[in-house]
């Protein structure tokens, strides 16, 4: 009877114990254990996405584990393929804190013998491959007063709840540069928090996607930071660490989720149009039905509700540029309907003014127009936030005025 053929089995497996050089020794002498001849082998390893040089392929343990004891803070993940034993391949993700592992499968010698030895040494519980292909939960908040510092507080904490030592799969802000939209990406979460520490409110959308073991957990705001959204494997009744993790100060409200289903940072369509027809159209269609026809009422929505855009006074826009002489900035606006309609200028409408120096110093007033900001020489970016609308954002550049001008654009 000819001789059945060995098949292989794959398993995953979260490592719940802590990983360190101690714990990885102990890892690797247990594989070379199942090995007939532990020579036969080759080694990859994976560097972090900052290194210059990703892979480093050995052909003798000795040589892997002395790379690897030297470079260990930057691993991130070792692959061992076996030529003559029943692990043929065993993958450790260092930063994941995962381990998939290949075995031989073979009526004299079932996998489940080496799958026992492992769990028998070591903390492992059964995970999937992709966590976040199984997302399980998403919150949304609104924010009340957006904080990049209270930011990275709140994702710090979550970070080290979903720990240890969470690995950074995907970070990055967005800002402008003139009207091109710049994208910073980071690869570590120390650049990730420096950053949102060292450039106060200056940038736009953020996201950050954190992994340890199958756990993982993407965070993302918009750019105009009103709302927080967290997506995550973690089921609902277990979210409450990262509910619980994000600073008072943000002022952050609960509202009730609504995923898209995009990968990560999709955002939700507005019913901005719709809830302001359906709160004030309908009564004023009722008022006027015996005037207009069912076709008319669309033409009727629009006059009476059309979108309106933000138009700043002063400092005088040149596209996304503006100059001001003077010590002291003046910020003026109102709001225009994009078409002829019931509705007057408003020129009495709030707004949240930020004026942001080249060091990422913000200044912020709330009010009604116009504000003044006290102002050097300099170039400035200066954002202008009325509730509803997309924020307006300009660079300023401040000269100083001679003895012969006042405070004012450039003649």
């Not at 008072?248 to 898209?260: E, H, I, P």
């Amino acid at each position: 009877m000819p001789q059945e053929l060995p098949s292989e089995i794959e398993y995953w497996y979260d490592v719940e114990d802590h990983i360190d050089l101690d714990w990885f020794e102990r890892y690797i002498n247990q594989i070379e254990s199942f090995a007939n001849n532990a020579e036969k082998v080759r080694i990859e390893v994976w560097m972090c996405p900052a290194a210059s040089t990703r892979r480093t392929i050995f052909y003798t343990s000795a040589e892997a584990r002395v790379f690897i004891t030297s470079e260990w803070p930057n691993i991130e993940e070792s692959v061992i393929t076996q030529y003559a034993g029943k692990v043929r391949q065993s993958l450790l993700h260092h930063q994941h804190h995962y381990l998939r592992i290949r075995i031989d499968e073979t009526p004299e010698l079932p996998a489940s013998q080496a799958v026992a030895a492992l769990q028998k040494n070591f903390k492992l519980v059964p995970s999937k491959p992709h966590p976040y292909k199984y997302r399980k939960s998403s919150i949304e908040f609104e924010v009340g007063q957006w904080s990049p510092k209270d930011f990275g507080i709140g994702v710090e904490a979550i970070a080290k709840a979903i720990g240890p030592n969470p690995y950074l799969e995907n970070a990055f802000v967005k800002s402008f540069d003139g009207e091109i939209e710049r994208l910073t990406p980071f690869f570590t979460l120390e650049s990730f928090y420096e950053y949102l520490n060292r450039r106060a409110s200056t940038f736009g959308e953020v996201s950050v996607q954190l992994r340890a073991r199958s756990i993982t957990v993407g965070i993302s705001s918009p750019t105009d930071h009103k709302k927080l959204r967290i997506r995550t494997s973690i089921p609902p009744e277990k979210v409450d660490p990262l509910i619980d993790a994000w600073p008072s100060t943000l002022k952050l409200k609960q509202v009730k989720a609504m995923d898209t289903g995009d990968f990560f940072t999709g955002s939700v369509p507005s019913e901005k149009d719709e809830s302001k027809w359906m709160k004030l159209g309908v009564p004023i269609a009722t008022a006027l039905i015996t005037a207009f026809s069912v076709t008319s009422m669309v033409s009727l929505k629009k006059a009476i509700w059309p979108e309106q855009k933000l138009i700043l006074v002063s400092p005088k826009q040149e596209g996304v540029n503006s100059a001001w002489i003077g010590k002291r900035l003046e910020v003026d606006w109102y709001l225009q309907p994009e078409q002829p309609s019931f509705r007057n200028i408003a020129k009495d409408v709030s707004a949240v003014v930020s004026l942001t120096d080249q060091a990422g110093q913000p200044k912020e007033v709330s009010g009604k127009p116009p504000v003044i900001f006290d102002v050097t020489p300099g170039t400035y970016n200066l954002a202008v936030n009325v509730e509803g609308l997309p924020t307006l954002r300009m660079q300023v550049k401040v000269d100083r005025p001679s003895a012969e001008t006042s405070s004012g654009p450039p003649k």
